[in-house]
């Protein structure tokens, strides 16, 4: 079993940056195959925004977050991070972290979330 537990999310305006992070607690580099960041603002459904492959480090982003987010990982302290610049005010939701097992489909486990608010 994994836990995951975000932090790192706040209050900005339009343009600055933030940094989330994701802790991983458990079996990590035996079981995990990737970790993911999703949001769900207000009203809408939740959303993909950035997976990394665990071993490979290889990352996948959303189109509306390309050039301005950047997912890293470091394996050692089992943890996972989301660089956030240029922030705007649609980017505010709730951000959860999720990992991925190994030949699994789906994302097997999440966390509780952190939200992250931008002003405009």
């Known amino acids: 079993h994994v836990q995951l537990v975000e932090s790192g999310g706040g209050l900005v305006q339009a343009g600055d940056s933030l940094r989330l992070s994701c802790a991983a607690s458990?079996?990590?580099?035996?079981?995990?195959?990737?970790l993911g960041w999703f949001r769900q603002a207000p009203g809408k459904e939740r959303e993909f925004v950035a997976r990394?492959?665990?071993?490979?480090?290889?990352?996948n982003y959303a189109d509306f977050v390309k050039g301005r987010f950047t997912i890293s990982r470091d394996n050692a302290n089992s943890t996972m991070f989301l660089q956030m610049s240029g922030m705007k005010h649609e980017d505010t939701a709730v951000y959860y972290c999720?990992?991925?097992?190994?030949?699994?489909?789906?994302?097997?486990?999440w966390g509780m979330g952190t939200q992250v608010t931008v002003s405009s």
């Open positions: 999720a990992a991925q097992r190994l030949r699994s489909i789906r994302y097997d486990y």
């Open positions: 458990g079996r990590t580099s035996s079981s995990i195959e990737a």
């Open positions: 990394i492959n665990w071993n490979s480090g290889i990352p």
